[in-house]
């Protein structure tokens, strides 16, 4: 059973600095691994979408990794703006029709 | 473009109460899948329709929910009699071809039962 954790669970920041959300998953037979950014009251917001044959995306200031021999991925913010505060999910997809969600970091840049 | 609509935005309601939430997806997509998101358990995957026919809907917690997609461009999830413990944060979500490609999500209905 696959299952997806995110640590930190909340990471506070000042603004301009680089930093990286850690997501780690057990069962590495993924097809891909998608990061969301969540702000409050609102829906999630596919970031970066990552297939199974790749290493990394990247979208402006971010940048998404995949390691699935080591079961982790990053996701990489540079330069960060207190507009970047929010929380960002990872979701691992398996197989079958279930995407799996970790908890989230909750990120907050100061300004 | 309109992404996936979602309504009410918000709803409270009393326990034993029939409550329905309602999802636009976007247009063009042709899978739909319904979300629940609490603090205890995070965002669990309720039910998943392809071309309006539920494929997996083993995520729906009790007999008292129940989802429909009449056509391609509308859905309903359905609690009845509502509890307090259904008290969460329900997203609908769409995309084109269904697992594994992107999902894009609705605002969602926060859902309150006293």
């Known amino acids: 059973k696959q299952e997806v954790t995110q640590i930190p669970a909340a990471l506070s920041v000042p603004e301009g600095e680089n930093l990286v959300l850690n997501c780690s998953f057990t069962?590495?037979?993924?097809?891909?691994l998608q990061w969301f950014r969540q702000d409050p009251g609102k829906g999630l917001t596919s970031l970066l979408l990552i297939q199974s044959s790749q290493r990394e995306q990247t979208s402006g200031r971010l940048n998404a990794s995949l390691d699935k021999s080591s079961g982790r991925s990053t996701l990489y913010i540079a330069a960060s703006q207190p507009g970047d505060s929010a929380t960002y999910l990872c979701a691992a997809y398996t197989g079958g029709f279930k995407t799996i969600f970790g908890a989230g970091t909750r990120l907050f840049v100061k300004a | 473009d309109a992404g996936v609509i979602q309504s009410p935005r918000h709803e409270v309601t009393e326990m034993g109460q029939e409550v329905t939430l309602r999802c636009k997806p976007i247009s063009g997509h042709n899978s739909l899948f319904w979300y629940r998101q609490t603090m205890m358990r995070g965002l669990e995957l309720l039910i998943y329709?392809?071309?309006?026919?539920?494929?997996?809907d083993s995520g729906m917690p009790e007999d008292r929910f129940s989802a429909k997609m009449p056509n391609a461009s509308f859905s309903t999830l359905k609690i009845q009699p509502s509890e307090p413990r259904d008290s969460a944060v329900y997203f609908c979500?769409?995309?084109?071809?269904?697992?594994?490609?992107?999902?894009?999500f609705g605002p969602g209905t926060r859902l309150t039962v006293l």
């Open positions: 329709f392809n071309n309006n026919v539920p494929i997996d």
């Open positions: 979500a769409s995309s084109l071809g269904g697992p594994p490609n992107e999902q894009f």
């Open positions: 069962d590495s037979a993924i097809y891909n």
